[in-house]
């Protein structure tokens, strides 16, 4: 798996831009604001439509005195060369396509190109909200498993629905009737998530727990598990089997939801709890102990990856190397031997001799040298 070459016209400060890469490592170097962590945001968003910063939708993707923006990559997947485009417009829905063709959702995409992001962000995955967790979960699984990236999105359709009924209805009682037809599909969306989700969890915990126990040489041990409504006990059966639990759950918080006007019910509350030596990490691990499972899950989601498909993802390491000391970075040097890998940093010094590759020095959203 590799990015070949990137074209962006209107993305982000990119006002023209195209480059070609290394197939293992490039580094892009540049001071602060000068479209470094954008390079990477174009990419990542090639691999689900989806950008890893939270924006609330395309237009935020597009330079300011621009109406449309374009993200064009050839990459090498699945043995064989692709070319992956993606047309956003501050009028028109966005248009994606895979070498010409179409796609009919950004659930399409999944597959064809596979990265994994760790940015500074992903440090807090221990201490942060559940929602960092979760991201943590949806950019792989949006990756890997097509249908979870389908049921992703309607869940997400039907959520946003919902959360208007429960705002408006007092003005408008008739769209309470509504209101149950919309759980039930919920339900039904939210089981298969919940599935995914925790047969997956149980993976990322085995790989992890290998991965922290030679950064810490067997003195400590890494468990991540997963938690979702009270009512699931065992979340890794068959959505079929989740769907009675999700409802009783459901039925129980319906009185307080209609109360707050708020959806308290379902797999966008859920959480991972992460622990070492068997205590929650997130109240008990030390800064140092926090960052160290940080890493360990990142490279373990690496890991999933190749297990998965049998070539490595695209690393993108957006300045997360400058956040971490000689040892742990040496540690993630270490493990990134193999693979195509992109760094960003204002500096190059802090690992100078460690990796060679190709620099490409970005200034204002462009190369000013090679």
């Given at each position: 798996?590799?990015?070949?070459?990137?074209?962006?016209?209107?993305?982000?400060?990119?006002?023209?831009?195209?480059?070609?890469?290394?197939?293992?490592?490039?580094?892009?170097?540049?001071?602060?604001?000068?479209?470094?962590?954008?390079?990477?945001?174009?990419?990542?968003?090639?691999?689900?439509?989806?950008?890893?910063?939270?924006?609330?939708?395309?237009?935020?993707?597009?330079?300011?005195?621009?109406?449309?923006?374009?993200?064009?990559?050839?990459?090498?997947?699945?043995?064989?060369?692709?070319?992956?485009?993606?047309?956003?417009?501050?009028?028109?829905?966005?248009?994606?396509?895979?070498?010409?063709?179409?796609?009919?959702?950004?659930?399409?995409?999944?597959?064809?190109?596979?990265?994994?992001?760790?940015?500074?962000?992903?440090?807090?995955?221990?201490?942060?909200?559940?929602a960092l967790r979760r991201r943590l979960l949806d950019h792989t699984l949006c990756q890997l498993r097509p249908r979870y990236a389908q049921a992703?999105?309607?869940?997400?359709?039907?959520?946003?629905?919902?959360?208007?009924?429960?705002?408006?209805?007092?003005?408008?009682?008739?769209?309470?009737?509504?209101?149950?037809?919309?759980?039930?599909?919920?339900?039904?969306?939210?089981?298969?998530?919940?599935?995914?989700?925790?047969?997956?969890t149980a993976l990322l915990s085995r790989i992890a727990a290998r991965v922290h126990g030679e950064f810490s040489s067997g003195a400590e041990e890494?468990?991540?598990?997963?938690?979702?409504?009270?009512?699931?006990?065992?979340?890794?059966?068959?959505?079929?089997?989740?769907?009675?639990?999700?409802?009783?759950?459901?039925?129980?918080?319906?009185?307080?939801?209609?109360?707050?006007?708020?959806?308290?019910?379902?797999?966008?509350?859920?959480?991972?709890?992460?622990?070492?030596?068997?205590?929650?990490?997130?109240?008990?691990?030390?800064?140092?102990?926090?960052?160290?499972?940080?890493?360990?899950?990142?490279?373990?989601?690496?890991?999933?990856?190749?297990?998965?498909?049998?070539?490595?993802?695209?690393?993108?390491?957006?300045?997360?190397?400058?956040?971490?000391?000689?040892?742990?970075?040496?540690?993630?040097?270490?493990?990134?031997?193999?693979?195509?890998?992109?760094?960003?940093?204002?500096?190059?010094?802090?690992?100078?001799?460690?990796?060679?590759?190709?620099?490409?020095?970005i200034e204002a959203g462009r190369i000013v040298e090679n």
């Open positions: 798996m590799q990015v070949n070459s990137l074209y962006l016209d209107g993305f982000r400060n990119y006002e023209s831009f195209c480059a070609e890469f290394s197939d293992r490592v490039n580094i892009i170097v540049g001071n602060n604001a000068q479209g470094k962590t954008n390079l990477l945001e174009a990419l990542f968003f090639l691999t689900s439509g989806r950008s890893f910063r939270g924006v609330k939708g395309d237009r935020d993707l597009i330079a300011f005195h621009r109406d449309e923006a374009e993200i064009q990559a050839r990459v090498y997947s699945r043995g064989r060369e692709q070319t992956l485009q993606a047309h956003l417009s501050r009028a028109r829905r966005r248009r994606l396509y895979a070498n010409d063709v179409k796609l009919r959702t950004a659930a399409d995409l999944s597959g064809r190109l596979t990265a994994v992001l760790f940015c500074p962000d992903d440090l807090e995955i221990i201490r942060g909200g559940p992703l999105q309607e869940y997400t359709r039907l959520l946003e629905h919902k959360a208007r009924i429960l705002r408006d209805y007092r003005e408008k009682p008739s769209l309470l009737s509504t209101l149950e037809d919309f759980n039930e599909r919920l339900i039904e969306t939210g089981a298969e998530i919940i599935s995914v989700r925790a047969a997956y890494l468990a991540v598990t997963y938690k979702t409504v009270k009512t699931i006990e065992n979340p890794q059966q068959k959505p079929a089997a989740l769907i009675p639990f999700l409802r009783q759950h459901q039925e129980s918080h319906l009185r307080a939801e209609l109360e707050t006007g708020q959806c308290l019910s379902g797999p966008h509350k859920d959480d991972l709890e992460i622990l070492i030596n068997g205590l929650p990490a997130r109240t008990f691990a030390s800064q140092g102990q926090a960052r160290t499972a940080a890493l360990s899950i990142k490279l373990a989601e690496r890991e999933i990856h190749f297990e998965d498909r049998w070539e490595y993802p695209v690393l993108l390491l957006d300045d997360v190397l400058s956040e971490l000391d000689e040892r742990r970075r040496n540690f993630v040097l270490n493990h990134i031997g193999l693979g195509q890998v992109f760094i960003t940093c204002c500096s190059t010094a802090d690992f100078a001799g460690a990796l060679e590759g190709r620099v490409l020095r």
